[in-house]
């Protein structure tokens, strides 16, 4: 199993920065990925980092959010720059990591509880 626990969030000025951290209990964690949601809508996808450290972001944020992760930390990050009140949601980090025993090995995805972040105009 892995634990996911989200820290970073708050309240910012339109056109501020926050840094989103996500450390895992442990290591071997493969595909992590942030997602935020407000109330009323489905889950947002924003930005994903493989093991390896490929990188894909959503067009909204492109150009002003950055992940990234240090896999000795077992940590991942989103740095946010140029904040706008259309980010205010809660942030959530996911991540996939391979369960096994002795019959085989399977993907599972975990959660973090999530974190707010608030952007005043």
């Known amino acids: 199993q892995v634990q996911l626990v989200e820290s970073g969030g708050g309240l910012v000025q339109a056109g501020g920065s926050l840094r989103l951290s996500c450390a895992a209990s442990?290591?071997?964690?493969?595909?992590m990925s942030w997602y935020r949601q407000t109330p009323g809508k489905q889950r947002e996808w924003v930005a994903t980092i493989s093991s390896s450290g490929s990188t894909n972001i959503a067009d909204s944020v492109e150009g002003r959010f950055t992940i990234s992760r240090d896999n000795a930390r077992n940590t991942m990050y989103l740095q946010m720059n140029s904040l706008k009140p259309e980010d205010t949601a809660v942030y959530y980090c996911?991540?996939?990591?391979?369960?096994?025993?002795?019959?085989?090995?399977?993907?599972?995805?975990?959660w973090g509880q999530g974190t707010q972040v608030t952007v005043s105009s």
């Open positions: 442990r290591s071997s964690i493969g595909t």
């Open positions: 996911k991540a996939v990591a391979s369960e096994c025993s002795a019959y085989g090995c399977y993907d599972h995805a975990y």
